[in-house]
């Protein structure tokens, strides 16, 4: 724990005050990447703690997004309003979608989570009217327009999602999910509800996954389905918690700022950005499975 | 007229996913895998069988480089992706698959993106091996959609002698039953391995030859034909091959019955739908064991 302190304290320290030393280009990329990272670390409480292969983040986020644009846009809420009731509609729809799914295991979860990115995806199209479909939906409000605000916004909610997330991890909550995720009869027997369990991991992940996307938004100006549901949104943030290190909480963290990062450096490439950053994603997975934080942090400490 | 259209058309379309989903839940069946590189390397085999075939050299040597092209890909996949992670030691059991999962589809996104750099992502349509269109009943069909059809059945009919008449065939299908059972009968596990990726590589490689002269493919469309074959393996029943084909006709059906009568927009959205009902009433799917 105070070897995850030290780590952690003197980095979030760098981050506060790299507002004094660099450009609006390199914090606004940062601010993108630090909503990455809670997006990232809700999926890690659910796959790496409950051992459930969430495919579709995207669907949580989502709807997140577009309760929150969709009230400000129509009904001219005001943001911190709209950020509450997007954080509530993607815990009430990632309920509808666990309750029944946590029945199935493996791949038929990860499948049915896969279907719910597809139907939203299609909804939103499909209503392009009230949606504003593939274009987007533009909001009046925005959170800030100064750069640093934006970025301190972005950095104080990673940190304390963050925290929450971690602390949950490490609390007898967190255990008893690691216990369910892997051997969920066992953990039964031992007397856990597992499926209350797992179903408070997929809530929690939901509200921060919600909050994320609305504050997003919300930071960008427009929601749009290629920003916050596209399956390739949830398949970013799946590469980025494998790639900084499953079961850590923390890692998912570095793996989504490295891989917004990782995106922007190799931009010059152009198309082949994509090829290099997957390459180099899967290059960690075959041979340091652990990922970048899994020797540091592994919480089961198995190594 | 456009009952008859629906029922030649869904038919063309359906014998299309057959093909395609089988050998997903082939390799599902024997190994395990869940390939997500899938769509990508149908992608690979319809670019480069368009690409050979756009020198001159004619629409079949090109259909051959395609095929040649998905069966590199797919051995390439077993050997350097999923082999090491399957015998990984430090990756534990019960998270080996979704290691192979996200590797597979960092390698399918790897490939999509290489085609897209090298051949542009415009789609791309191959020269069919049939050219002319014949009236049947007063629809007017594309010789290339009916032998679309009739190749897509040789190959599935071809398969099917393969696993249930041929000695090496049983060897796979006893895989899938019980894979330590037939270490002990001296049989080596990785050759069967080995095997089965060839045959997927073929099957994948036709699909994906015949897709891109029957409808056009660029290299956007991985992830959608991923994803199409997933459920209809997922509705038929994980590795059950009959069930993977009666699902291919499912969906092939109602997709375009979707298009043609409501709106082609939305021609994929009944089928979620319906894949969301079975998975939650019948979750090992149409013919599926548990």
């Known amino acids: 724990m105070t070897r995850v302190l030290l780590i952690v304290l003197p980095a979030l320290l760098v981050m506060a005050l790299l507002p004094l030393g660099v450009g609006g280009y390199i914090l606004g990329l940062l601010t993108l990447g630090y909503y990455y990272a809670v997006f990232a670390m809700s999926w890690d409480l659910l796959f790496g703690f409950a051992g459930e292969v969430n495919f579709g983040p995207s669907f949580l986020i989502g709807v997140g997004a577009y309760t929150a644009a969709l009230l400000n846009h129509y009904w001219l809420w005001p943001i911190p309003v709209c950020l509450a009731a997007g954080a509530v509609a993607a815990v009430a729809a990632g309920a509808v979608l666990a309750v029944p799914a946590l029945r199935l295991t493996g791949p038929y979860f990860g499948l049915v989570t896969l279907v719910a990115v597809l139907l939203l995806q299609n909804v939103l199209v499909l209503f392009a009217g009230i949606t504003g479909g593939e274009i987007g939906l533009d909001l009046p409000d925005v959170l800030a327009i100064d750069e640093n605000t934006n970025y301190y916004y972005a950095l104080a909610f990673m940190t304390v999602s963050g925290g929450i997330l971690f602390g949950l991890s490490r609390s007898p909550v967190g255990l008893i999910l690691q216990a369910s995720g892997q051997d969920a009869i066992e953990a039964a027997a031992l007397g856990f509800n597992v499926a209350k369990h797992k179903l408070t991991a997929f809530c929690i992940s939901a509200f921060f996954s919600g909050l994320a996307g609305a504050m997003l938004i919300f930071y960008l100006g427009t929601a749009s389905v290629g920003t916050v549901v596209d399956i390739a949104v949830g398949v970013n943030v799946i590469i980025a918690a494998v790639l900084g290190g499953r079961r850590t909480i923390i890692g998912a963290a570095v793996g989504a700022i490295f891989l917004i990062g990782a995106g922007e450096i190799l931009r010059p490439l152009g198309q082949l950005s994509t090829f290099v950053v997957s390459a180099v994603a899967l290059i960690v997975i075959l041979f340091f499975p652990g990922g970048f934080m899994g020797r540091l942090l592994q919480a089961g400490g198995r190594e | ?290």
């Open chain 2, 1 to 290: 007229m456009l009952g008859l259209q629906i029922l030649i058309d869904g038919f063309a379309i359906s014998s299309l996913y057959a093909l395609g989903a089988i050998g997903f839940t082939l390799i599902f069946g024997v190994s395990g895998v869940l390939n997500l590189s899938h769509g990508a390397i149908m992608v690979v085999a319809a670019v480069i069988a368009w690409w050979v075939g756009g020198f001159g050299s004619g629409p079949y040597l090109g259909a051959l480089a395609g095929v040649a092209a998905s069966l590199a890909c797919a051995f390439f996949t077993y050997r350097v992706i999923v082999r090491p992670i399957q015998n990984s030691r430090a990756i534990p059991r019960e998270e080996k698959e979704i290691f192979v999962l996200t590797a597979t589809l960092l390698w399918g996104i790897m490939l999509q993106e290489a085609t897209a750099y090298f051949f542009t992502n415009n789609p791309k349509t191959v020269r069919p091996l049939v050219e002319g269109v014949i009236m049947i009943l007063g629809v007017r069909t594309p010789l290339n959609e009916i032998l679309t059809a009739l190749l897509s059945w040789i190959a599935i009919g071809l398969l099917y002698l393969l696993v249930n008449r041929t000695r090496t065939g049983k060897s796979l299908l006893a895989a899938s039953m019980n894979p330590r059972g037939l270490t002990l009968l001296g049989f080596e596990l990785s050759s069967i391995y080995v095997l089965v990726w060839a045959i997927y590589g073929v099957l994948a490689g036709i699909a994906g030859v015949l897709l891109g002269a029957f409808l056009g493919v660029s290299s956007d469309n991985a992830g959608v034909l991923t994803a199409s074959a997933f459920s209809i393996v997922v509705l038929g029943g994980l590795g059950s091959v009959s069930g993977s084909l009666i699902a291919a006709y499912v969906v092939g059906y109602l997709e375009t019955m979707t298009a043609y009568l409501v709106n082609p927009s939305i021609r994929t959205v009944p089928v979620l739908l319906l894949l969301v009902a079975v998975v939650y009433v019948r979750p090992q799917g149409l013919l599926g064991r548990r």
